[in-house]
């Protein structure tokens, strides 16, 4: 019974799966973003399908959007970035911090920036949530402009 009941999982998922290629494969904005490290079919069509980019002025919104801002404290005039926000779309959160730890365990720039994070004192968390919004603002770029990440 549990192996007939995977094999329904199993087929349900790749059926929306295919749905939801259907839907964003022919999608310029979709086909885009598939150049841009660290971004595969999943990443590249939950932003799709989840970010339209002309509600954002900058890529500052659409990180805060996401919830990879700092939250700031405020007392009097002194103001502090305390710690990550917990506000903003938890999916597309998570998406793009899973994503980005395969980035940083890589060889490539995001690596580099990685290891300067880490050099600089920050906590594990911390950095990955770094190189997430670094990422996000070539996302933000390939989305506004519609093309092709290049190096």
Do not use: W
């Not at 002025?57 to 305390?82: F, I, K, M, W």
């Not at 906590?123 to 092709?148: E, F, G, N, Q, T």
Request: hydrophobic share 35%; glycine share 6%.
């Amino acid at each position: 019974m549990l192996a007939s009941r995977i094999e329904e999982d199993t087929s349900l998922i790749a059926e929306l799966a295919g749905l939801v290629e259907a839907e964003v494969g022919s999608d310029e904005t979709y086909r885009c973003l598939l150049t841009v490290p660290g971004v595969g079919p999943r990443t590249a069509a939950q932003l799709v399908l989840s970010v339209d980019i002309s509600d954002f002025e900058d890529h500052d919104h659409l990180a805060s959007y996401c919830g990879l801002v700092p939250r700031n404290r405020q007392s009097g005039t002194s103001l502090n970035s305390v710690s990550s926000s917990r506000q903003g779309n938890k999916q597309l959160k998570n998406l793009l911090i899973f994503s980005c730890s395969c980035l940083a365990r890589g060889s490539g720039y995001y690596r580099k920036y990685y290891e300067r994070c880490r050099d600089r004192g920050m906590p594990y968390k911390a950095a990955i949530k770094a190189v997430a919004r670094k990422r996000l603002k070539v996302i933000y770029a390939v989305m506004r402009d519609v093309r092709p990440y290049v190096a």
